[in-house]
């Protein structure tokens, strides 16, 4: 009996990327999560409070402004948000601090003056 060769070649690339997959969980220096999605994926957490037109001031939760489900917010799509709230005459001025975690690691971050401050 003759073996072909492509059933020998997809049991190969196949083993090839079981280990690829169960390498990709583990931990890589410097990098809080090795897998592909979250190496390039950005996560701010972050505390903001704004102060209102009249001088009071409040929490904002950026979070209630991205579509359902989403939780993935880096620096752009915070100053976004920031100045939503602020155009829209909902805030005057966001001020705030927090941390981005990304694939160069964990990073401070601030809001003064509705502006993102690496």
Excluded at 30 to 40: A, D, L, P, T
């Amino acid at each position: 009996m003759r073996v072909s060769a492509l059933p020998v070649a997809q049991i190969a690339v196949t083993l090839a990327l079981i280990a690829w997959m169960i390498t990709g969980f583990t931990r890589l220096p410097g990098r809080w999560m090795r897998w592909k999605m979250f190496c390039r994926a950005t996560f701010t957490i972050i505390t903001l409070t704004g102060t209102t037109n009249d001088g009071h001031t409040e929490p904002v939760n950026v979070y209630q402004h991205l579509s359902p489900g989403s939780f993935i917010l880096g620096p752009p799509q915070l100053q976004t948000i920031l100045d939503h709230l602020v155009r829209s005459g909902r805030y005057e001025r966001i001020d705030g601090h927090g941390r981005v975690l990304s694939a160069r690691g964990e990073q401070r971050v601030e809001v003064v003056s509705s502006r993102v401050v690496r």
